[in-house]
């Protein structure tokens, strides 16, 4: 799921020392270093930036599932945002970030919608009735949504090439998602067929917006707009859920509120910005197969044999995706 950062932007590299603003503060001298760096540069920390947020999130299911031993799930979702959007709105507040302006708040609200509610509300109720491992390689159709959504939203028009691979890769996760299941749909995947459209659509939105603004601070906005709506909504749902604190849920709840909610998204905004939204969402290729690692060492879930196999065919389309040009 943003703006060039100053130190890489040739209008910021001048003679004179330009006035502070509110939206940044003041960075140290640094060394004198080129202005601009090379495309591929570039395009190599995008992609290790996108890829870290791969990984926080491939925990993100496991971390739900803990979560859910002791809170319910409307409570679970409300206090995942309210304590995100403390955390954003407290970084927003102490770095002074001025509001965006009112043309971004329509796109916000698409991530805010679509990556804030929707997404963790619709898979923490798949959840519930749903295996980590069945719920994540579902879920590995996010690429491919994402990038249809890409190409409809940004008019970008990934070559030929990139939309074989990514079909392969994505018929790959469908080819493993009906194994696993014996080819029976449960009522969760309606769940998480509703998660991957809006999910889809708010990181598309997100790494719209973090191409005029960091990807923080598009997360960080989305989470403060809907902090008025979460905490009544939170209050409700812990008076009508019983809560059962465990070891488990607190760091599940910790994890997906501090880290799934808000510092991964914030790196894979900036990823997406670097290296365009269809490339980095064919990163998300790989998230099914490592939230099936993680369900076997934390949740102690059964890996199947043909999880490797299957992780090969995916990290293979996943290389010629990032080298297709579109």
Do not use: K
């Not at 090379?38 to 925990?59: D, H, M, N």
């Not at 709506?229 to 859920?241: G, H, K």
């Amino acid at each position: 799921m943003r703006a060039q950062s100053n130190a890489t932007d040739p209008a910021a590299i001048a003679v004179h020392t330009p006035r502070p603003t509110l939206a940044a503060p003041i960075a140290p001298i640094a060394p004198a270093v080129p202005a601009v760096p090379a495309a591929p540069a570039i395009r190599a920390r995008g992609t290790a930036l996108a890829a870290l947020g791969v990984v926080t999130f491939s925990l993100t299911f496991p971390a739900t599932a803990w979560g859910l031993e002791g809170f319910g799930p409307w409570s679970l979702v409300t206090l995942r945002c309210v304590l995100a959007a403390l955390i954003a709105g407290s970084c927003l507040l102490a770095l002074r970030v001025r509001v965006p302006a009112r043309a971004h708040w329509a796109g916000l609200a698409v991530v805010a919608a679509g990556v804030v509610v929707g997404f963790p509300l619709l898979t923490t109720l798949a959840l519930r009735t749903s295996t980590t491992a069945h719920a994540a390689v579902v879920v590995g159709l996010l690429p491919l949504t994402t990038a249809g959504f890409a190409a409809l939203r940004t008019g970008t028009r990934p070559s030929r090439t990139f939309w074989l691979a990514a079909l392969a890769g994505a018929g790959a996760v469908i080819a493993f998602t009906v194994w696993q299941s014996g080819g029976a749909l449960t009522s969760a995947d309606l769940y998480l067929f509703g998660a991957l459209l809006v999910c889809a659509a708010g990181y598309t939105e997100g790494g719209r917006l973090a191409r005029v603004m960091p990807g923080w601070q598009v997360i960080g906005w989305a989470l403060v707009a809907c902090l008025p709506l979460a905490v009544p909504a939170a209050a409700a749902a812990l008076a009508d859920e019983p809560v059962h604190l465990t070891g488990h849920s607190v760091v599940g709840l910790v994890w997906v509120a501090a880290v799934s909610q808000f510092l991964g998204l914030v790196v894979w905004y900036r990823g997406m910005a670097a290296i365009g939204v269809p490339h980095a969402s064919q990163l998300q290729l790989a998230q099914p197969l490592l939230t099936l690692a993680w369900s076997v060492l934390l949740l102690g879930e059964h890996l199947p044999l043909t999880a490797p196999l299957t992780a090969l065919a995916v990290l293979a389309c996943i290389a010629v995706t990032q080298r297709a040009r579109g």
